[in-house]
Nanobody, 113 residues
Framework: QVQLVESGGGLVQAGGSLRLSCAAS????????MGWYRQAPGKQREWVAD???????NYANSVKGRFTISRDNAKNTVDLQMNSLKPEDTATYYC???????WGQGTQVTVSS
C-alpha cells in the first residue's frame, strides 16, 4: 500500500502557472506508471497525464504543450507543471499509482478568467 499526498493547488488567473506535487509514503521504484487525473464539478474524473519509471510521458490532448509531468524516483515524488492555465482547467487534481491503484486526496486548482 502507498499513501499519496498532493500539494500546490490554488487560485490563479488565466494564463498563469501552478506546480502540483505528489509525495508518496514509500518508494515508487516498483511503480511503473504514475499519473495525474482531474475532476471538475459535475463531471467525471479524467486522465491528464502519466509517466513511466523510465520517464516516458503521455498527455491528454487538452493539456498537451501546456502541462509537463515529471517524477523523481529518489524522492518518491511526481510533479505536474501547469502553464498557460485556462478556466476550463479548474478542477480537483488527483495523483494516482498504476496497478495496484491508489489515489491521493486531491488538490484544488481554480483558474479565474
Amino acid at each position: 500500500q502507498v499513501q499519496l499526498v498532493e500539494s500546490g493547488g490554488g487560485l490563479v488567473q488565466a494564463g498563469g502557472s501552478l506546480r502540483l506535487s505528489c509525495a508518496a509514503s514509500r518508494s515508487i521504484f516498483s511503480i511503473n506508471t504514475m499519473g495525474w487525473y482531474r475532476q471538475a464539478p459535475g463531471k467525471q474524473r479524467e486522465w491528464v497525464a502519466d509517466i513511466t519509471f523510465g520517464g516516458t510521458a503521455n498527455y491528454a490532448n487538452s493539456v498537451k504543450g501546456r502541462f509537463t509531468i515529471s517524477r523523481d524516483n529518489a524522492k518518491n515524488t511526481v510533479d505536474l507543471q501547469m502553464n498557460s492555465l485556462k478556466p476550463e482547467d479548474t478542477a480537483t487534481y488527483y495523483c494516482r499509482t498504476g496497478g495496484p491503484i491508489f489515489w491521493g486526496q486531491g488538490t484544488q486548482v481554480t483558474v479565474s478568467s
